[in-house]
């Protein structure tokens, strides 16, 4: 299952482009907060802690327990849903909480990670080739996986595993059954010793001089 994590947020009542700017000068990053039968609320979080939190995470799949102080003093679960930056400044702009409901399936990606060298690797010298990284699941938020591995090791050059393949769980899988996961290819030959051969003529042959437009050949001139 994936890990719980918890993050603190205060609410806010003040909007407006100058108080954002205020916000962030003071080290805190806007945010909202929404979910199904939930009124939105203005929030802010503190940068230094959502910052580290986002590179611990997979954003996708992480269920984060919200501590909201404020006029709101409670405990929400949430995903998070979006994540604004600066277009070219390694600044924060805003954050979007999803409020998990308990008890009701979500809608998320998960990732598949593969595992194992293949016997087409192994032994015929072939190529991995990771097709689909994400697979979208329906699940709740009791069950939500880390990952999902797959195991590899089996597969030789021009076989394949599909979604329909994938081990099951406790979850429902949206993405379509027939859409390749992992493939095995033959090894890619490069043609070097006959480019180096094409190579050796033509350095032998001696470059060729140009014809100067408008000079007389010499059975022209007799």
């Known amino acids: 299952m994936a ?6 947020a205060v609410t806010r009542d003040r909007f407006g482009k100058g108080e954002m700017r205020r916000m962030r000068r003071e080290g805190r990053v806007p ?3 929404y979910g199904p039968g939930e009124k939105t609320l203005a929030m802010s979080v503190d940068n230094q802690e959502i910052s580290h939190l986002l590179h ?13 102080a404020g006029k709101d003093n409670k405990k929400y679960q949430t995903l998070i849903r979006e994540v604004q930056r600066h277009p070219y400044r390694p600044v924060l702009q805003h ?14 990606e998960v990732p598949i990670v593969l595992h194992g060298i293949p016997f087409g690797v192994r032994n015929q010298s072939g190529l ?27 597969l030789k050059i021009g076989e394949s595993i599909h979604v329909e393949n994938l081990p099951k769980g ?12 992992v493939t095995v290819v033959p ?22 001089e ?3 437009i408008g000079e007389k050949k010499e059975s022209e001139e007799q």
């Open 170 to 181: 406790d979850f429902d899988i949206l993405t379509e059954g027939r859409q390749t996961v």
């Open 128 to 154: 991995v080739q990771h097709v689909l990284r994400d697979l979208e699941i329906l699940v709740l938020p009791s069950n939500i996986p880390e990952q999902l591995v797959v195991d590899i090791t089996e």
């Open 56 to 68: 611990e995470i997979t954003v996708e799949n992480t269920l984060i327990e919200l501590e909201l």
């Open 187 to 208: 090894p890619v030959v490069v043609k070097v010793a006959a480019a180096e051969e094409e190579m050796a003529e033509e350095l032998e042959e001696g470059p060729t």
């Open 95 to 108: 954050v979007d909480f999803y409020c998990v409901p308990e008890g009701r399936k979500v809608h998320l």
């Open 210 to 212: 140009p014809e100067v």
């Open 3 to 8: 890990k719980k994590y918890t993050l603190q």
């Open 31 to 33: 945010a909202v907060l």
